[in-house]
């Protein structure tokens, strides 16, 4: 394990870009509020309007001459997960993305991340824990033992995929590092480097999110089984768009709740502010279980699209389950909580 390695845009996450123009001012004033309440430490720099590095073109794609590699995994099936799932072809996978760092088309992140550098890497697991832990890029596929878990991922966009996910249980990450009695939720944190994430450096191409992207979940929901820690797909590490080298899957949330790319993961004994929730909560709440029966505002939840070799619409329609069909094994976290209260 490697201990008090840096890296390029690892430090503590700015707020001060001025976006009140391009988000509702009370989101805009609360800023300095999130980064409080995460306990991250002070606000940083502002961040520049324009592009300051690659190629940028009319359309606010940076294009690399250096394309992403990514390699073979070692790792174990678990059969006890998505057997009998059709998987959704891995072009797909890796050409369909949300990922607003790179950009807000579904195409960006692929165009815009050839140059993604991951290496190095700091992952840290700090807060109300017995030993915070320091992790590098070795470390994220060689401290636990990997195996491939196959999950359905559904977007609030109401399109879904099978995926093939390589990690291992953010449980067994957390058990690690030991948590410490009266923690209640975990926070994660995603890479804030302007030079490399356009989108963290452009109002518009990053859709007016305050970076760094921040997320949360209840600890029980964090230490439940299905909740994985993913370094890889398709049996390969994990390609730049979809989240390299490291990302959070909750296959029963929406899929804006796995968040991609993290360097923080922080123990904490209070519900920690999410980006999503935070611009737009009457959309974003902060469970953001995949419930049928309660509406996004500008997309039903009844259906879903499972994207398979064809395009989005000549996708297959199918009726959306509760909790994304995983609800044998997440449903009793959530006893006699009003579901459409706490969306």
């Not at 989101?27 to 991250?40: E, P, S």
């Not at 993305?97 to 290496?119: L, R």
């Not at 899929?255 to 123990?267: E, N, T």
């Not at 259906?303 to 000549?314: A, C, Y």
Request: hydrophobic share 40%; proline share 7%.
């Amino acid at each position: 394990m490697a201990i008090n390695k840096t890296i390029k845009g690892a430090a503590s996450p700015s707020w001060n870009e001025k976006a009140a123009h391009v988000t509702p001012e009370a989101v805009f004033n609360d800023r300095r509020n999130i980064i409080k309440a995460l306990g991250l430490g002070a606000i940083g720099a502002s961040i520049p309007g324009q592009v300051q590095a690659g190629i940028f073109d009319l359309f606010g794609k940076t294009r690399s001459s250096t394309p992403f590699v990514t390699r073979p995994l070692s790792f174990s099936p678990n059969t006890a997960f998505g057997q009998g799932e059709v998987l959704t072809p891995e072009q797909k996978v890796i050409s369909h993305n949300n990922f607003y760092e790179f950009g807000t088309s579904k195409t960006d992140p692929i165009d815009n991340a050839q140059g993604f550098k991951v290496d190095p890497w700091v992952l840290k697991i700090e807060g109300l824990v017995d030993t915070p832990l320091t992790l590098d890029l070795d470390d994220l596929t060689r401290l636990l033992p990997l195996e491939e878990r196959i999950y359905r991922l559904r977007c609030v966009e109401a399109w879904s995929m099978v995926i093939p996910w390589v990690g291992f249980s953010l449980g067994a990450l957390l058990k690690k590092a030991g948590v410490k009695a009266g923690a209640t939720h975990v926070a994660f944190e995603t890479l804030f480097d302007p030079d490399q994430m356009p989108g963290q450096r452009s109002r518009l191409m990053g859709g007016g999110i305050h970076y760094p992207y921040v997320e949360g979940l209840r600890l029980d929901e964090a230490m439940n089984e299905l909740t994985f820690m993913a370094v890889g797909l398709y049996g390969k590490t994990l390609p730049a768009q979809n989240g390299a080298p490291i990302r959070l899957v909750v296959p029963w949330k929406y899929g804006f709740k796995s968040i991609k790319s993290v360097v923080r993961i922080r123990v904490m004994d209070k519900q920690p502010p999410t980006s999503w929730n935070q611009l737009a909560s009457h959309e974003y709440g902060f469970f953001a279980n995949v419930n049928p029966a309660v509406d996004h505002p500008r997309w039903s939840q009844a259906t879903e699209r499972r994207i398979g070799e064809g395009g989005l619409f000549s996708a297959t329609r199918i009726a959306t389950l509760p909790f994304n069909g995983y609800g044998e094994q997440v449903a009793h976290l959530y006893k006699n909580m009003d579901l459409k209260q706490y969306y």
